[in-house]
């Protein structure tokens, strides 16, 4: 199996990087990127997690994504692409900024994956994306589903995820808010709308892509292919899973 893998960098990205090169599924790890991370910020050489062997799976290559209708050629071959892209309008100083980030950039890479022959794409989005919603961040995330769902992917799955727990690059004020008022006790929070760790994340976005949702039916909208993987779910995920 060779999967893309956009976003490898942030928090989630590294941990489905991490599950990616221990499969013997997976062949070759795809990781468009605007500079190569050192294998420390990576975690697959620290020491202690993955091997030689592993690290050679991964494929970090420099790209101008405001060309990314270049990268054409680069996914031939592909079997699944994965989006962790993300950032908060803070860390991209306006709404137009995180709007490129969050909604047009994966937009675009999905395009060029779907030409490209990708046939399963998988994205996290968050809790509560809807186009509708009074939360400009949830609006975002609403805009990226019905864009992913409108390609026509022979299958689709897409993750949302409550507040994140872990250590981000960037400071994100309600997310360690979170974590120092509840601590290890961030059970008592209904599984709704509790903060899962980005693990958690991961390893539901790596299972997805082992069994992918061709045949299974969207509750929700009634796509065929179309899979949702609710907080509720991430939430209860035991810790030792990961």
């Not at 991490?18 to 468009?32: A, G, S």
Request: proline share 5%; hydrophobic share 45%; charged share 25%.
């Amino acid at each position: 199996m060779k999967v893309a893998l956009f976003g490898s960098t942030g928090l989630v990205g590294k941990n489905v990087l991490k599950l990616l090169v221990r499969l013997d599924q997976v062949e070759r790890v795809y990781c468009p990127v605007r500079r190569v991370p050192k294998p420390a910020e990576t975690g697959i050489l620290d020491g202690s997690a993955g091997s030689p062997t592993e690290a050679a799976k991964i494929d970090f290559d420099v790209v101008d994504f405001e060309q990314v209708d270049k990268l054409r050629e680069k996914f031939a071959g592909l079997d699944t692409a994965i989006c962790c892209l993300g950032t908060t309008i803070k860390q991209a100083g306006s709404k137009p900024a995180q709007e490129k980030i969050d909604v047009r950039l994966p937009l675009s890479l999905a395009a060029v994956a779907k030409k490209a022959g990708v046939r399963h794409f998988l994205c996290v989005s968050a809790q509560g994306a809807n186009t509708h919603s009074p939360f400009f961040y949830n609006r975002l995330k609403g805009m990226l589903e019905e864009g992913l769902t409108m390609m026509n992917f022979d299958a689709l799955t897409l993750v949302r995820p409550s507040l994140l727990l872990g250590k981000h690059k960037d400071k994100r004020f309600g997310e360690e808010l979170m974590q120092k008022i509840f601590g290890k006790h961030l059970a008592i929070l209904p599984a709704r709308i509790r903060p899962v760790f980005a693990e958690a994340v991961a390893a539901h976005l790596v299972a997805s892509m082992l069994k992918p949702p061709f045949e299974h039916v969207c509750a929700s909208d009634g796509v065929k292919g179309k899979r949702i993987i609710y907080n509720r779910i991430l939430a209860q995920t035991p810790a030792d899973v990961f």
